[in-house]
């Protein structure tokens, strides 16, 4: 079973950048997907970022287009989601998942997911 771990989470001012990784215990390159999901308090878990195939095409929210950037390092088994341009709405806990099968931002497609990691957007 794989097992996934998020890391890279916390404070930062609006306006400044964090990066998250997320490590699989086992090959991310034989999971069709991976994808990062966020959920702040009282909201629905929303899909923002996902790198999908052998070719690595990536898709993003709306919310996070041209902030986020998603990019994976195979040598590391590691996804990574470069996030500029904080905003106080980016603050969430922010998870990846794998995906065996689709390659979009819903989550309730993803079977394998991580514990999530904090990131508070505040001055």
């Known amino acids: 079973q794989l097992q996934l771990v998020e890391s890279g989470g916390g404070l930062v001012q609006p306006g400044g950048s964090l990066r998250l990784s997320c490590t699989g215990s086992?090959?991310?390159?034989?999971?069709?997907?991976i994808g990062w999901f966020r959920q702040a308090p009282g909201k629905e878990r929303e899909g923002i970022s996902c790198?999908?195939?052998?070719?690595?095409?990536?898709y993003y929210a709306d919310s996070v287009k041209d902030r986020f950037t998603i990019s994976r390092d195979d040598a590391k088994n590691t996804v990574y989601l470069q996030m500029n341009s904080l905003k106080p709405e980016d603050t969430a806990v922010y998870y990846c998942?794998?995906?065996?099968?689709?390659?979009?931002?819903?989550?309730?497609?993803?079977?394998?997911w991580g514990q999530g990691t904090l990131v508070t957007v505040s001055s």
């Open positions: 790198i999908v195939g052998s070719d690595d095409s990536t």
């Open positions: 086992e090959l991310l390159s034989g999971y069709y997907a």
């Open positions: 998942a794998a995906s065996r099968e689709w390659g979009d931002l819903m989550w309730r497609r993803y079977d394998c």
